[in-house]
């Protein structure tokens, strides 16, 4: 008479993560596990994970059941695929399964709530005896750090010719800003983001004003916040010309900056829709730069030799000088 092996169904499985952050690495998943059936040497619980975690190292991974290290490894089956299925192996007899971690696991790119995990014990025959029913999830709640972010100006420039006074001002009617940035991931199709240049005063962009980058072909569009004055950039359906690579290099051309001594930059990268990435904090810029004037006159009413006069100098500037924020220098030879 033949032998019928029923599968049944796990009283919990759940999953926690030690950390919530998206692309957080070398996080530890803790699986609460109901089974059913006492478990012996040679059963294996193999776990599935959602496509949504998209990294496992398999170099450090390390797996515990109840407390105790066991060995675990990638079940052979999906080598060549991008589902990560990890088997754990009993190697003592355990009564009920009060824990089940898994380390070096990477979290989802962006906030989202992940597909479900799976959960399946094996006996030694290799029968499955315990399988989880219904949907086991979780959600990521912010959103992780760039690896790298670097911003720059292109206002420092020096007076072309030393017979000229130079004025040091703290406005420039036009600059660009060079953004580079370092992904945790590879580059994703798709993606959007959002560049924030933001102060206490007005910032606007001017008629001119683009985006470049050698990573791919922006689509970027231009708005002033009516109510903060900030001026956000948004790049919308990023297509990479190379996925190959998690750095992206980004242009902001001809922006039109009002009253400022410095700004400030934040930007937020978003996949498939949901918050990916975001600076802790803002990057402050300084605006403060040495300009040339365009034009200048020196005269004077008496040319005699120690004897009083008084030096008149007009000066028309070569970009416009704010109130309360420019000042002179003027270098009178003995």
Known sequence: MAIIITTSQLTTFLVNPS????????????????????????????????????FINYNTVACQLNGAAVPCARTVASYSTSTHIIDVFVNSSIITITSLTISSITNPYSLVTTA?????????????????????????????????YIATTT???????????????????????????????????????????????????????????????????????????????????MTFMSLASNFINVNINNVLINDFRYIQINTAMFVNGHSSLSLSSAVSLSLMFIESVSSYSITQTSYILGMTTTVSIAITLSAQAVQQLAYFKVFIPL
């Open 155 to 237: 206002n420092y420039t020096m007076a072309s010719s030393s017979l000229s006074p130079e004025i040091a001002l703290i406005n420039q009617q036009t600059t660009s800003i060079y953004i580079t940035m370092v992904l945790p991931y590879s580059l994703i199709n798709g993606s959007t983001m959002t560049i924030t240049i933001f102060n206490t005063s007005y910032i606007q962009s001017s008629g001119s004003s683009s985006c470049s980058s050698p990573q791919f072909t922006p689509s970027c569009s231009f708005s002033v916040n009516a109510t903060s004055h900030n001026l956000e950039v948004a790049f919308t359906a």
């Open 19 to 54: 950390s919530y952050v998206t692309c957080a690495s070398n996080v530890i998943y803790t699986f609460t596990i109901g089974n059913n059936g006492a478990l012996s040497n040679g059963y294996v619980i193999t776990i599935s994970f959602p496509a949504d975690i998209y």
């Open 116 to 148: 479900s995990f799976s959960a399946v014990i094996i006996d030694t025959s290799g029968q499955s005896v315990e399988t989880n029913s219904g949907t086991t999830t979780t959600t990521m709640l912010s959103s992780g750090p760039f690896l790298s």
